[in-house]
């Protein structure tokens, strides 16, 4: 079973920077992409960045291409999201997350495991 535990959330003035970690433990198998999703009171978990197993491969959604970078420490299973000029609507619960090849394409249907979330406020 894996587990993973989301840290580096708080609170950041509009046109900041914040990163955020996420430790995976357990049986990570080859197939196991990691990624970041997130959430704002009252709108749907939306989709962040995807990484694959050997980092070659990264996909981003359309609201934070060009901010946020995804990269991974495949050594201790670790993904950073590197987010630069942060705007109020990045406000949210940032939730890391793994998942097959679907991850890509369909990334919400994807996932397998999620970690429970870590917050990033950006204040104006």
């Known amino acids: 079973q894996v587990h993973l535990a989301e840290s580096g959330g708080g609170v950041v003035h509009v046109g900041g920077s914040l990163r955020l970690a996420c430790v995976a433990s357990?049986?990570?198998?080859?197939?196991?992409?990691m990624g970041w999703f997130r959430q704002a009171p009252g709108k749907e978990r939306e989709f962040v960045a995807v990484i694959s197993w050997s980092g070659a491969s990264t996909k981003y959604g359309d609201s934070v291409k060009d901010r946020f970078t995804i990269l991974r420490e495949s050594e201790d299973n670790t993904v950073y999201l590197q987010m630069n000029n942060l705007k109020p609507e990045d406000t949210a619960t940032y939730y890391c997350?793994?998942?097959?090849?679907?991850?890509?394409?369909?990334?919400?249907?994807?996932?397998?495991?999620w970690g429970k979330g870590t917050l990033v406020t950006v204040s104006s």
């Open positions: 357990g049986h990570l198998g080859p197939n196991n992409n």
């Open positions: 997350a793994t998942g097959g090849a679907l991850f890509f394409s369909v990334p919400r249907l994807a996932v397998n495991t």
